[in-house]
């Protein structure tokens, strides 16, 4: 299964350490890998539908962007096809807008029952996966929101989406959503590991679903337990403010 990555911190880093830790952890996963990020408000997707590590190499794009990527929060995916075909359009994170501000996507579970949802705004993904379309989802639902002008906290919002989403798409869901100021994360059927001030990886606020994390420092287990209904993370700068469940 599709493995993720993130790094918040309260200034720019790049990623050099923790990044190739992550592909090589990640090498398992063969269809595609991406790394997004943010450049003055702006979001920066790069991604291919190549393998991150063969031949005992990781791949030349991917190691020259964990040296030089310089952002407060950066996103990586590294893709195991569960739908869709195996390109750089459909490897992650994408992007869409909404709520006034871009955001960057990356998404690993099995969400079958969502691929046929059609979205009546534009733009549409062109992926044609699960991924792409629970992005869409949420998209279309804080517009319904923003159109009523209601003045509900955005975690809010994200809670009935997601109560919404599990409804009328049951699946396995487990994503990053950010819009380069704040780094949302939610899980309802496998663990994140998180890890604050690490003394061999940046000294920044690391995230990941690598199952053994990657250094053999004390890595915090974040796992959706019976009838929590998921679990919801806020983070910002190079910290955990909110852990809650979604019921």
């Not at 200034?11 to 398992?28: D, E, I, N």
């Not at 959706?224 to 919801?232: E, H, K, Q, T, V």
Request: proline letters at 4%.
């Amino acid at each position: 299964m599709c493995d993720l990555f993130a790094l918040s911190a309260s200034r720019s880093y790049t990623a050099a350490t923790s990044l190739p830790l992550f592909a090589v952890r990640g090498r398992k996963n063969v269809h595609g890998w991406g790394i997004g990020f943010f450049h003055r408000r702006s979001p920066v997707v790069e991604k291919s539908g190549e393998k991150v590590f063969t031949d005992g190499r990781l791949h030349g794009s991917f190691q020259r962007l964990a040296r030089v990527v310089n952002s407060p929060i950066i996103v990586a995916h590294i893709r195991y096809k569960s739908s869709g075909r195996v390109d750089e359009c459909h490897a992650h994170p994408f992007t869409l807008d909404f709520w006034n501000q871009s955001w960057v996507f990356a998404h690993n579970g099995k969400a079958p029952a969502i691929e046929p949802y059609s979205s009546r705004l534009e733009p549409r993904l062109e992926a044609k996966s699960d991924s792409a379309r629970i992005l869409e989802f949420l998209r279309d639902f804080f517009v319904e929101a923003e159109s009523r002008r209601s003045r509900t906290p955005f975690i809010l919002i994200l809670k009935d989406a997601l109560r919404r989403l599990l409804r009328e798409y049951p699946g396995e869901y487990n994503f990053l959503l950010t819009n380069g100021r704040v780094l949302w994360a939610f899980t309802n059927h496998r663990q994140f590991l998180l890890l604050k001030g690490s003394s061999k990886l940046e000294d920044a606020l690391l995230l990941t679903t690598i199952d053994e994390g990657l250094s053999s420092e004390n890595w915090k287990k974040i796992v959706a337990g019976p009838g929590s209904g998921g679990r919801i993370l806020l983070i910002a700068g190079g910290d955990l403010l909110c852990l809650e469940n979604l019921e």
